[in-house]
């Protein structure tokens, strides 16, 4: 039995017959820019998180990058984010000009770490970046004092998180402003690149459309350097198809969490994941913990399995920021995570038998190698 990772084929059928009707008003009216669909779909994501903006662009890294840059990110400004993200959570920082500063996680969760966001807030900070990792909210009423301590903003980076709370509060609505993507394997994907911005501060919404449209607030005057990122139409369709059925597709992710816990307890040598009480997790990754991680992956493979690692490697520890000096030793907890992680095939469409097998091999291969 082959289990694929992700299976958007199936999320696709289901919203079908909605996107080519879309699809096909579209391109009878000839809205292809910044036309009604796109509209209505950064008011009906507004609702769903519940604030009052939402400006949709073209990916998410241009979401968390002009979100910084409408909050005052400036360049030679430090941006505090945690050490085990996605590379774009840095490169948004870098491409302001402004330096990012990885930090620790949580062993419990993988979630930033307060702690070690208190040791390396300096007079330079100017943004806190929280990140939403795999489906949890990370630990925004701990961050909360901190950032206002020195005035800074938090700004979420909500990539993995739609639709999950903290608190009963949604996560894109925690902080000052909010970055997502709809990158197509996301809970909430497109069928392409597209992002949006979420804040409930109006200014801060006209600024990123301001920033998201040459810096132009009207036609052909531009008070400052701005760029294009606007989000296509045709995702727009997409969303908007995908958005009315995302409640249903995490509760269906939620049960197959439950089902891995159920499946995994008494497999040896394998961690499961931690839920914090206080969150309503949606399951983006279901990520496990194990030694000889690269061998298991491997094998996993070869019984036509899809696994994936989130992260391999460290922010800190990749080429592209060596140039910070931050060497191993300076986030303990994200770089052993970093060998240890392990994500399992996690989307709505997958079945209990499909569950079963990946446990079943999974068990047969850390038995196998002695991982107890």
Not at 104 to 115: K, S, W
Not at 293 to 310: F, K, Q, Y
């Amino acid at each position: 039995m082959n289990v694929p990772f992700l299976d958007l084929a199936a999320q696709h059928a289901e919203i079908a017959d909605e996107v080519r009707q879309g699809l096909e008003e579209v391109f009878e009216r000839t809205a292809f820019v910044s036309g009604p669909q796109v509209t209505a779909f950064e008011e009906e994501y507004a609702a769903f998180i519940g604030v009052s903006d939402c400006v949709g662009v073209a990916n998410g890294t241009d979401a968390l990058e002009l979100a910084l840059r409408a909050v005052g990110v400036r360049p030679g400004g430090e941006v505090i984010l945690p050490a085990n993200t996605f590379i774009a959570t840095a490169e948004a920082v870098s491409a302001i000009g402004a330096v990012p500063v990885p930090v620790d996680v949580r062993d419990l969760d993988l979630l930033i770490d307060p702690a070690a966001v208190e040791r390396a807030i300096t007079e330079r900070t100017q943004a806190i970046v929280p990140v939403h990792l795999f489906g949890q909210t990370a630990p925004i009423e701990e961050l909360a004092p901190l950032a206002r301590a020195v005035g800074v903003p938090i700004v979420e980076d909500a990539a993995q998180a739609q639709g999950a709370r903290r608190h009963g509060r949604s996560a894109g609505s925690l902080g000052t402003v909010a970055a997502t993507s709809f990158y197509p394997g996301k809970n909430l994907g497109a069928a392409g690149d597209a992002g949006a911005v979420l804040t409930d501060d109006p200014r801060l919404a006209v600024r990123v459309r301001v920033l998201a449209a040459h810096g132009s607030p009207t036609k052909y005057v531009h008070d400052v350097v701005g760029r294009n990122s606007r989000l296509d139409t045709l995702q727009a369709v997409y969303l908007r198809a995908k958005l009315g059925r995302l409640e249903k597709w995490n509760e269906l992710r939620r049960q197959v969490a439950d089902r891995y816990a159920q499946l995994l307890a008494d497999v040896p040598g394998v961690l499961a994941p931690h839920t914090i009480p206080v969150n309503e997790d949606v399951w983006h990754l279901y990520v496990v913990r194990l030694r000889d991680r690269d061998r298991v992956a491997a094998a996993l493979g070869d019984a036509g399995i899809g696994t994936g690692v989130h992260y391999p490697t460290p922010v800190h520890l990749t080429g592209a920021y060596a140039h910070l000096g931050l060497g191993p030793g300076t986030c303990p907890v994200a770089e052993r995570a970093a060998g240890e992680i392990l994500s399992l095939p996690m989307h709505p469409h997958l079945r209990a038998e499909e569950q079963e097998h990946v446990v079943d091999q999974l068990r047969r291969i850390v038995t196998d190698g002695d991982l107890r």
